[in-house]
């Protein structure tokens, strides 16, 4: 059974920082591209960052030099480092597991922005 389960979200002011972190099972989880996606209210999922299984990285505009994935493929888990955070930050954070036709989502975790 796969599994990937967020953690880290919650709580911060403008300004602050949070570390996401998704722990896959059930996967062979070095072979497998992973990303970060967000969705607030009213607005369609968007990919925030992704990682390949060689390690390559891509970032969303908005992110870009406030936000960095990496990953620990001993420990099986995708991190999301989120630096100077706004408030339109603000959103449920997703992991998503891609290798070929194969597609998992955690089931996310909420990220609030506010003062």
């Known amino acids: 059974q796969v599994q990937l389960v967020e953690s880290g979200g919650g709580l911060v002011q403008p300004g602050g920082s949070l570390r996401l972190s998704c722990a896959a099972s059930g996967i062979l989880f070095r072979v497998y591209n992973m990303g970060w996606y967000r969705q607030a209210p009213g607005k369609q999922r968007e990919l925030v960052a992704s990682?390949?299984?060689?390690?390559?990285?891509n970032y969303a505009n908005s992110v870009k030099g406030r936000f960095t994935i990496s990953r620990d493929n001993a420990k099986n888990t995708v991190y999301l480092q989120m630096n100077s955070l706004k408030p339109e930050d603000t959103a449920v954070y997703y992991c998503?597991?891609?290798?070929?036709?194969?597609?998992?989502w955690g089931q996310g975790t909420q990220v609030t922005v506010s003062s």
């Open positions: 990682i390949t299984s060689g390690s390559d990285t």
């Open positions: 998503n597991a891609k290798r070929y036709s194969l597609d998992y």
